[in-house]
């Protein structure tokens, strides 16, 4: 006896009825013809290996296939009730063929559970009833039954999305429509229940992919979108719904496979139509077609590409595991998150992911939302980082009175986190889930009021590591001079240390203040009467770039002057300062500002109490030749004592002096050299360019420029590179300042 493969070419991941088809082949092989059948998904088909070749898998299901008997006693339509269609129904109670008995009991035995009643039962009658059909079906019926409705404890119904309410779609009963099928596949007034003549061709059409004719129009459910018809089904103005009835037929077979175990069944308290195998609730996010929707959820189908028994199968279903640390995946996200962590059933390559969502009119429909592909990614523990924060704010923006651009705001992240759980090269995605925090702590404190009323804090205590997830991003001078200016804080009245508790963040958001001096450490909104509280701090607006990082300046002169520093009070964070090729690219115009703006709010996110950073030891010393006229006017805005001698410690303070930038504002750029000179002419030092000629935006990409700080290196070489002071040795030459 040989071993045959099958490539079922009528069984593929889309739509969900292919897929149920699978399952089903699978199932039935297995318990009524070959309890060796193995099944594996490859290259979305499904591929079998049994004992029977092509001809004898096609002649098992035409002539010795006995149908599951799917009744559903409690819905009406379902043929136990007068004003059912009845064609389908008694077409099986009267049949004598020995394939359709089990069928027959179970009409008979649903019969005595519906009793006398004419009309469905609804309320705590059905409840009742299904209490029945719980305590008295096992077998096939018992699975049936577990497939369709889950009940709690108390009796409470809740019906997985995957059939429904209850195994009905609206007023279609797939129940019903199952029998209907069976007669058109199969003979019942014969004594072998025989196989129609057209049935052979539609099963070689369900099963081998085979080019089919002579469908029928009937009624497919959820389980087949593109064969549901209606408007723009087909080249005419409408379609009329056909369909393949072995397709449904092994469709129904293949969903009794999807049972829930008994764990599972425990979530459905808390989640009625998430029971199911796999079953999460929807999230409008993660794919093309991604928009506010009704919806019955989402189930992510299983793949594996090793064969497996049916009952190996059955069991990986029905344990259903996909879980983050110890908790069940409940949410499209948790589920992505577990599957880049390999924190799903042993077995599984991939998850064609499907959403229950109310489309054309009030039709359910079970759409493709893509395949998932089990592979563990990397940098998941950043999401770990994140993931309490979003989902405080995902709750609130779910909130009827939540503004627009937060809702929005808020997808758009779970968008960028499931780009980052995704298999595949979706390039700088953990730079565009960056981008996407930014744009949501923005759009909080353009909210004042909804932000301080529902208790929402800025995002914060990021890791170093989100900087390095993306390699290319380091390279870019827009990452280094948003990194520069995002880790700026007050520098020491002496100049001497960098003070952690006053951040340069709280110029972009309204935070709360220590009652001992400075920023709390948790970095809370300053709320007052449930609205963020603004104040003359909060100069950056992030509309414009330049202008914020000019206000900026502005701002931090006039603290300098009231709290009595000599400095411009910015230092940046050791190892952060920009690089003099960075200074040239922004002042030639070659920097996305955009970009940098937008990085900047997500970086002051970071820990810098315990971020490190090394300073990149390029030498700059050709291109702080070329910036002398930058040169003159940065020294004048040093964080603090400018070293002329280092063997000596020899220093040189310069008064800060507010006139170079207003001229530099103003457009005036041989104004602010000629101040700038004269500044650095009184504390000692003695430009070696004391002119300069300039349009109107070059001053102002001079002036914002002074808000970027530059390490320690670079500041030296500009030192050197304008002034007449011998220094010695030359600041480019030692390697061991390094900031």
Known sequence: MGIHVHHLRGCRTTPLAHYLKALGVLRLVAQQADPQARGAWRNGVFVLLSSLNEQELLEF????????????PWNGGSGFYPKDNHSGFDAISESTASRFETYRQAIVESRQIVGERDVRPSGEEK?????????????????????????SEEGSPAYPALLGTGGNDGRLDFTNNFMQQLTKLFDLTSAQGAAQPASEGFLRGALLGEIESGLDSSA???????????????????????????????????AIVLVSSVTRRALANSLPQAAAPFAVRSAPAGYGSAADENSRGEQWMPLWENFASFEEIHGLIAEARCQTDRKIATRPLETARAIARLGVARGISAFQRYGYIERNGLSNLAVPLGVWHVREQPNQNLLD????????????????????????????????????????????????????????????????????????????????????AETALPMRPEFRIALAIAGQHAMSVD?????RSNPIRRHWI???????????????????????????????????????????????????????NPYLALCPAPGTGALLSDIQAWLQGDVDQRLVSKLVRPLM????????????????????????????????????????????????????????????????????????TQRLKASGIHPYVSTAVGNSTMARRIASSLAIPIDTRSLDALVWTIGHATIEPDPLEDESDVA
């Open 385 to 468: 980082e994140i993931v309490p924060w979003y989902e405080r704010l995902e709750s609130k923006a779910a909130d009827k009175n939540a503004p627009a651009s937060i809702s929005q705001a808020t997808r758009r992240i779970q968008d960028a986190m499931l780009d980052c759980c995704r298999e595949g090269d979706v390039p700088m995605r953990w730079l565009q889930l960056l981008l996407r925090l930014g744009e949501a702590e923005e759009q909080l404190v353009r909210s004042p009021q909804f932000t301080g009323s529902r208790g929402i804090q800025p995002l914060r205590g990021l890791s170093a590591e989100w900087l390095i």
């Open 220 to 254: 497919v459910g959820q389980f087949f979108p593109g064969a549901a018809g209606g408007a723009n089904g087909t080249t005419g103005f409408s379609a009329d719904t056909n369909i393949n009835s072995w397709d449904f037929v092994l469709t129904l077979e293949g």
């Open 61 to 72: 299901f035409l002539n010795r296939y006995s149908p599951t008997p799917l009744v559903a």
């Open 510 to 564: 309204p935070l709360q203040a220590n009652t001992k001096g400075g920023i709390l450490p948790a970095h809370r909104f300053h709320v007052l009467h449930e609205r963020l509280a603004f104040g003359p701090d909060q100069v950056c607006h992030g509309r414009n770039l330049s202008d914020d990082l000019i206000q900026l300046i502005k701002r931090r002169m006039l603290e300098s002057k009231r709290d009595g």
């Open 127 to 151: 409840e009742n009833m299904l209490q029945k059909c719980r305590q008295q079906w096992d077998g096939p019926l018992g699975d049936w039954l577990d497939a369709v409705v889950t009940l």
């Open 605 to 676: 996110a970071l820990d810098w109490s315990t971020a490190k950073f090394t300073a990149d030891a390029t030498n700059q010393r050709e291109i702080a030749e070329q910036l002398s006229i930058y040169a003159t006017l940065k020294l004048c805005y040093a964080p603090g004592p400018l070293q002329l001698k280092r063997e000596s410690n020899t220093e040189i303070s310069v008064k800060l002096d507010p006139l170079p930038l207003a001229r530099l504002n103003a457009g005036d750029l041989a104004g602010a050299m000629r101040l700038a």
């Open 495 to 499: 100049g001497k240390y960098f003070d």
